[in-house]
């Protein structure tokens, strides 16, 4: 199933566009990693823009999930914060692990880390997702209660 998952981040426009490569997947666990490119920086200083650090947790977590549900796996975000704790510089990467994969929910933990101008790893960003979780038998999310249970 990694091997898919690689496949499908090396086919995502967005995902070339950036750059982004899926580092490491498996087991609810997703590393993704974006180099820095001065086109992504802010106008009033050299660190990364927020949004790379979002998109990142966003993409990784999304990763984590599919690897513990299954390549074929439908999810969309409905919930993603950020909290950012000092400027991005250097190359970005990002861990997330689920903390829970439910019957329609899926939540996430992730972390942003890049370097300091020591040349040391620190993080910049910490965040988390959760997911609509769509299964074969509910591919249009038709005939799930709110809580989890079952029309019938």
């Not at 972390?111 to 965040?127: C, L, N, W």
């Amino acid at each position: 199933m990694a091997a898919d998952l690689r496949a499908e981040a090396a086919d995502h426009g967005l995902f070339r566009l950036l750059d982004l490569e899926l580092v490491s997947v498996g087991d609810g666990r997703a590393t993704v990693r974006i180099p820095f490119d001065e086109e992504f920086t802010n106008v009033a200083n050299e660190s990364m823009h927020g949004g790379i650090a979002a998109t990142l947790i966003d993409t990784a977590s999304g990763f984590a999930l599919r690897s513990q549900l299954g390549a074929d796996a439908r999810l969309s975000t409905t919930d993603l914060n950020v909290r950012y704790v000092r400027p991005a510089t250097g190359d970005l990467h990002a861990e997330a692990r689920v903390v829970r994969a439910g019957g329609t929910m899926g939540v996430t933990e992730s972390t942003v880390t890049g370097v300091d101008p020591h040349g040391d790893e620190v993080t910049v960003a910490t965040g988390g997702t959760t997911y609509r979780l769509f299964r074969s038998d509910d591919s249009e999310g038709d005939g799930d209660d709110a809580d989890g249970g079952d029309d019938a």
